[in-house]
């Protein structure tokens, strides 16, 4: 590293060693052995999200210990800290559900602060559960200096009577349990074997989907998104995201030279592509807050109209991430994507180089003897599968998953309950029934507050057989294991008097994925009535963080940001 580089970055640190007032900085530096030759050196923040909550997590740690190694032999003086995890799939159906958004700018704040407190030179975050990785980048794009993003790898599919097995698996057996379609030795088999280790979630869910998007949006190494967690290569891959961050450092290369609004469309054109998470529209909305990139829902619909589904994955799909990564992981896609037109392959990566020298020896076409990736022109779906619906529903936009469906659309009779907890009872007695329309509100990031998922309802209604059969629309969020005829993030939520605040059980509502409607069929003089004689109900929280978090939380049709 030249010397005026080095002026440079110390400059930015509170370890130079210029004057005697920095000596009280250089005495606690030492405390955690620094040398007088490290203060020359840039100092670089590795933050993970070490936690034995959720196989997600545990084994974070050993990878930033790889990372630590990997910036030493570079010239680096690595800080680690600690930042939170909620799972998902742990809390999902309970009361703890509504802390794992919240948990998303909670980390993003954690990083930002003890980034911008230490003066850090650059920054490597490794996650793994949902919310650690939009809310890594989130703190990213606001520190914008050099970093790279770290994904903890995905978990290894369970097996039982020769189908693969995911942790959605089990939330499907509930459902097929109550109807009576499987026994209760199977359904104890399925829940012990679903997860045989660390890792993320194994289908294209919430975790898989936004790794897959880092990789595209240029923040992660080629290949790392769909790595098994417990494989050696995720590892060196660890290793690699050090020495490349180093390189980063040294050449003044930000995030903001990287997250610009055609990586950000990079970005939504791959996660159509391998059919991912409706939250990663929310996720991403809100990391190009950070950046300072005009991102919005109307640019995920233009995406969608262009891009086919050509990858078959879980949920709806057959295959997990590591099948996808063992026929060429997300650069393959990309390979094939770029081919096609539908990539900027001029974006900078974290690698130093664009996306089409990424990919240059990338092949772009599907490996031959395998199906988890399809031909271009013979995708699974014409069209990607997040569709942006709008209507006096959903004046500021809702987002449906619309994948496995043989249709996408239904007319019929509201069931309207004001908790996902009466819901899910509802479904499990059998209160629910085919054609019906099921709204849950109240859920959103002010009303709920913390936009809970309804992975369990969902999952229920799946399981019982219906769905084909039964619509569901919400102010809350899905699950990226959800799948069926769902609408989630309807704008504006409940909690702030939308129109899914003025459904009366009975009301006709059709959900429309073909035209992109989400219409309630009352007339405006019964809506306007109904408006006036409506009244927030009392918040569910008024101290802590849920309260806090309700007070500055915006709408979902915005990435709900709470700055």
């Known amino acids: 590293m030249t010397d005026t580089k080095t002026k440079q970055l110390n400059r930015n640190s509170r370890a130079v060693t210029q004057g005697d007032e920095r000596a009280p900085n250089r005495a606690m530096l030492r405390a955690v052995g620094f040398t007088d030759e490290d203060f020359q050196k840039p100092i670089i923040g590795v933050a993970h999200a070490q936690s034995n909550i959720t196989p997600c997590n545990n084994g974070l740690g050993?990878?930033?210990?790889?990372?630590?190694?990997?910036?030493?032999?570079?010239g680096g003086m690595p800080q680690v800290f600690g930042t939170i995890?909620?799972?998902d799939g742990i809390s999902m159906g309970t009361e703890g559900m509504k802390c794992s958004l919240v948990s998303r700018e909670v980390i993003a704040d954690s990083i930002e602060t003890v980034c911008r407190g230490q003066s850090h030179d650059g920054v490597l975050v490794v996650g793994g559960c949902d919310k650690n990785m939009p809310g890594?980048?989130?703190?990213?794009?606001?520190?914008?200096?050099?970093?790279?993003?770290?994904?903890?790898?995905?978990?290894?599919?369970?097996?039982?009577?020769?189908q693969d097995l995911t942790i959605v698996s089990v939330f499907e057996a509930v459902g097929s349990y109550s109807a009576g379609k499987i026994d209760r030795e199977t359904f104890e088999a399925i829940e012990r074997k679903a997860c045989p280790g660390n890792g993320s979630c194994g289908g294209m869910y919430t975790a898989n989907t936004m790794s897959s998007a880092f990789e595209a949006l240029g923040m992660?190494?080629?290949?790392?998104?769909?790595?098994?967690?417990?494989d050696l290569e995720k590892a060196e891959s660890a290793a690699a995201s050090g020495r490349?961050?180093?390189?980063?450092?040294?050449?003044?290369?930000?995030?903001?030279?990287?997250?610009?609004?055609?990586a950000f469309e990079n970005a939504i054109t791959v996660i159509m592509a391998v059919g991912g998470s409706t939250n990663a529209v929310l996720h991403l909305m809100a990391i190009a807050h950070a950046a300072k990139v005009d991102l919005s829902l109307d640019d995920f619909e233009r995406i969608r109209e262009r891009t086919p589904v050509f990858c078959d994955l879980k949920p709806s799909g057959r295959y997990v991430a590591t099948d996808l990564h063992r026929v060429g992981g997300i650069p393959r896609?990309?390979?094939?994507?770029?081919r096609a037109g539908l990539l900027h392959g001029d974006c900078l990566t974290v690698t130093g180089r664009t996306v089409a020298q990424n990919l240059a020896d990338v092949p772009d076409v599907p490996e031959e003897g395998q199906d988890v990736i399809r031909p271009f022109e013979t995708p699974v779906y014409e069209q990607?599968?997040?569709?942006?619906?709008?209507?006096?529903?959903a004046p500021e936009g809702s987002v449906a998953k619309i994948s496995g469906l043989r249709s996408i659309k239904i007319t019929g009779p509201a069931r309207v309950f004001d908790s996902e907890e009466a819901c899910m009872d509802a479904i499990m007695h059998d209160r629910v029934t085919a054609g019906d329309v099921v709204v849950i509100r109240y859920e959103g990031p002010r009303g709920g507050p913390g936009m809970r998922e309804m992975l369990s309802p969902t999952s229920a209604i799946i399981g019982k057989g219906l769905g084909d059969a039964v619509g569901l629309i919400t102010d809350g969020r899905f699950s990226g294991g959800t799948y069926g005829l769902v609408v989630g993030h309807v704008a504006p939520e409940?909690?702030?008097?939308?129109?899914?605040?003025?459904?009366?059980?009975g009301d006709t509502i059709t959900l429309d994925a073909e035209t992109c409607e989400l219409t309630l069929h009352v007339s405006e003089d019964e809506l306007a009535a109904r408006r006036a004689a409506w009244t927030p109900p009392a918040p569910r929280y008024t101290r802590g963080v849920l309260s806090k978090y309700a007070k500055l939380v915006g709408s979902a049709a915005k990435g709900a940001v709470t700055d």
């Open 85 to 87: 995890t909620v799972s």
């Open 494 to 505: 409940a909690y702030v008097g939308g129109p899914i605040a003025l459904v009366h059980e």
């Open 384 to 393: 990607g599968h997040l569709a942006v619906l709008r209507g006096n529903l």
């Open 62 to 74: 050993a990878l930033a210990d790889h990372i630590i190694d990997a910036v030493r032999s570079e």
């Open 136 to 162: 890594a980048m989130i703190a990213m794009a606001r520190l914008d200096i050099p970093a790279v993003f770290v994904y903890g790898g995905t978990i290894k599919a369970g097996h039982h009577d020769g």
């Open 244 to 262: 490349a961050l180093m390189r980063l450092v040294e050449d003044d290369v930000r995030p903001s030279r990287i997250l610009t609004k055609e």
């Open 333 to 338: 896609v990309m390979k094939m994507l770029l």
């Open 220 to 230: 992660s190494l080629p290949f790392s998104s769909t790595m098994a967690a417990e």
